[in-house]
């Protein structure tokens, strides 16, 4: 399909030029995900296609919209705009006839595409999308009791110590994190915790993602770009910066394999990287209510 390829061109260009599309200032004015025109955040391809157009044209609105929400809210796209694709992906129930001449329910999943313009390109627009709320950030070197909470109702064991920080799996399955006062800032370390904890929702007992296992061979390379995706969507949920990894320059080399490889791992890896952040919110909001229930009991 031409917008898979498209996409993907997009992101190679900028990683090339040594820019990651899902690293930002999350300053206030791009706090967080994209954002529909009702105000919902954007899932999956999609928050890593418009945070790159963003990057790239120089936007400072979240907001999204097709030409026809946006009549329908009072505003007109500028002669010129120019729109983004932004991808819908969904499933039908087609019939299917066997060898044998029996008639059988078949599921097929499909993929559309449809232009939305970003509201720095609208005129007449409420002020919702035009005002621009300030976004809560940690200050540098302070840890964030709202995301340590978070993480551990996730349910992962997190161990701190040594020099690196990694995800060991079966049979310790554990996270193994430098110690937070080693980081030269607190969005270092969260980002990278966010990283960990993406591989670690990839353990077998949970969403069973395939691992490489070694550096540079191509199941690694799509499992650090799952991971890599999942701390910044994660981090975006947090508002919390994602830094730059020291070791960027190999994993950059690793991620564009993945993506010239195959159009389509930048879609797949970012699926996956929805997929996990989702378990990981479900985890902790599952916590949270027990804790809830028991302080209620006691």
Known sequence: MRQYQQVTDRIVAMLESGVRPWAQDWSPLRGGRPLRHNGVPYRGMNVLNLWAAS??????????????????????????????????????????????????????????????????????????????????????????ERVDAWVSATGAKLLHGGGRCFYRHAPADEIHMVEFQSFRTSEGYYSTLMHELTHWSGAEARLDRTKGKVFGDSNYAFEELVAELGAAYLCADHRIGAEVREDHASYIKSWLKALRDDSRNIFRAASHAERACGYLHKAAEAAAEIATELRAAA
């Open 55 to 144: 990057m790239a044209r120089g936007f400072s609105s979240a907001h999204w919209m097709s030409y026809r929400q946006a009549v329908e809210l009072g505003g007109q796209v500028r002669k010129g705009a120019k729109a983004e694709s932004v991808f819908f992906v969904g499933s039908k129930t087609v019939q299917t006839e066997g060898s044998d001449g029996e008639l059988t329910d078949a599921t097929i999943a499909f993929m559309r595409a449809y232009p939305a313009f970003n509201c720095d390109e609208i005129d007449g627009l409420p002020a919702q999308y035009t005002t621009r709320a300030e976004t809560p950030r940690l200050n540098t070197g302070e840890r964030s």
